[in-house]
């Protein structure tokens, strides 16, 4: 029999990455969406794998529709990736965040223990929920959390709630702190995929200006691709438990930019770049850096993707978008 799994967020950026990992597998793949008018499949076109999912409407703020869902496919496994993911509006819709990204968890939990105890359960933790804290410059397992914004608040509520259920009723619940990670289907509103498609764009003449906020922030850049294996990893390990995610290294908004320009051979960056106060935030995250040995060492997990290399990737399918247009 083929694993089932369920993955919410199957539109977003990592739901493709990891449905294509799990289909490879030999997994039959639900994705959870909510309604739409006119919902958007071009990330699972991107990967070609559209019609090899069965789709399920849901919603994670709604108890009910997951409640019936659980009840009815009971999943080997479950991939929590649904969010108000974007830091940058939490603030504004701190509620819309909290119940979407920290009660929506709650419901999903709920629903495994009433209908599906058996069910694997993976959440999709965050790097944010360190905020400023670190240890000589480095984010573990061990780093206590000190959230900045209301989604870094929300998702601190869902660890705990994990880790709860798996205290409380033995369920088989695993967090996955991830670092930053990208791709050329990131969202167009995050930094890196902001850059790379308005270099893109700079390059075809569509566009002149890149505005931008905070350029020192720093962050841990790893691949999506490698990501999704290690959310893989999580739940075929023996115990359940939390694990840091990320490359080790980080890098400036500002090293992002230079760099994308560089790779579309524009070699004056700061004749196109601006700073706009909008795109900074009430209260920023100066600095993340992982140190993944405990993944490394317990799921035989390593980022493999290097900077550089996602940059090119990133730079590269932004041009090809723009030159087949
Ligand atoms: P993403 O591209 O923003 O995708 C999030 C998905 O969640 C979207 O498909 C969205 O659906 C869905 N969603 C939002 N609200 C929902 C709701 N109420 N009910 C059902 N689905 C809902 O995010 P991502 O980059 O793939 O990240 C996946 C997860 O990892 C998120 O939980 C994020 O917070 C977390 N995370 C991401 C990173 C990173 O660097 N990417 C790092 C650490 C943690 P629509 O398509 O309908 O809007
Ligand atoms: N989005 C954006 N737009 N960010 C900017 C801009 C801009 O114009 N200018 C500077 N930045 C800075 C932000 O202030 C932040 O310090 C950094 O670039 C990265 O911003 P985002 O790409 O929006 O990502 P994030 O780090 O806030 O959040 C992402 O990573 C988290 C993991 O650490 C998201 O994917 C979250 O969902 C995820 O949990």
């Not at 030999?26 to 069965?54: C, H, M, Q």
């Not at 700079?202 to 790893?222: E, T």
């Not at 290294?249 to 994308?260: R, T």
């Not at 317990?298 to 980022?303: D, E, M, P, T, Y």
């Amino acid at each position: 029999m083929a694993k089932t799994a369920l993955i919410t967020g199957i539109l977003g950026q990592d739901g493709p990455y990891l449905a294509k990992l799990l289909l490879e597998k030999g997994y039959k793949v639900y994705g959870l969406i909510r309604r739409y008018s006119n919902p958007n499949f071009s990330n699972l076109d991107f990967l070609g794998i559209t019609k090899k999912i069965e789709l399920i409407d849901g919603d994670m703020s709604d108890e009910s529709s997951l409640l019936h869902l659980i009840k009815r496919i009971m999943p080997d496994e479950v991939y929590n990736l649904a969010a108000q993911s974007f830091v940058g509006s939490s603030w504004q819709q701190a509620k819309l965040t909290t119940e979407i990204n920290a009660l929506g968890v709650l419901y999903m939990l709920n629903a495994i223990k009433l209908f599906s105890p058996t069910t694997k359960f993976y959440q999709a933790s965050t790097s944010e929920m360190f905020g400023t804290s670190h240890d000589d410059g480095f984010q573990d397992e061990n780093t206590i959390f000190h959230p900045r914004s209301p989604y870094g608040i929300s998702k601190v509520y869902a660890y705990w709630m994990t880790v709860n259920f798996r205290e409380s009723y033995d369920i088989f619940t695993c967090n996955g702190i991830l670092f930053n990670h990208e791709s050329p289907i990131r969202g167009i509103q995050f930094v890196t995929r902001k850059i790379t498609d308005a270099v893109a764009r700079i390059k075809m003449g569509l566009q002149d200006k890149l505005s931008l906020g905070n350029l020192d922030a720093k962050r841990d850049w790893g691949f999506a691709g490698d990501y999704v294996e290690a959310m893989h990893l999580m739940l075929q390990n023996e115990k359940p438990d939390d694990y840091v995610i990320g490359t080790g290294e980080n890098h400036s908004v500002k090293e992002f930019v230079q760099l994308s320009f560089k790779y579309a051979g524009i070699s004056d960056w700061e004749k196109y770049v601006v700073i706009d106060a909008r795109f900074k935030r009430p209260a920023e995250v100066p600095n993340l850096k992982a140190r993944a040995t405990k993944a490394q060492k317990q799921l035989g997990w390593k980022a493999k993707t290097s900077f550089d290399e996602l940059v090119k990737m990133m730079v590269e399918a932004d041009l090809k978008r723009y030159q087949n247009k």
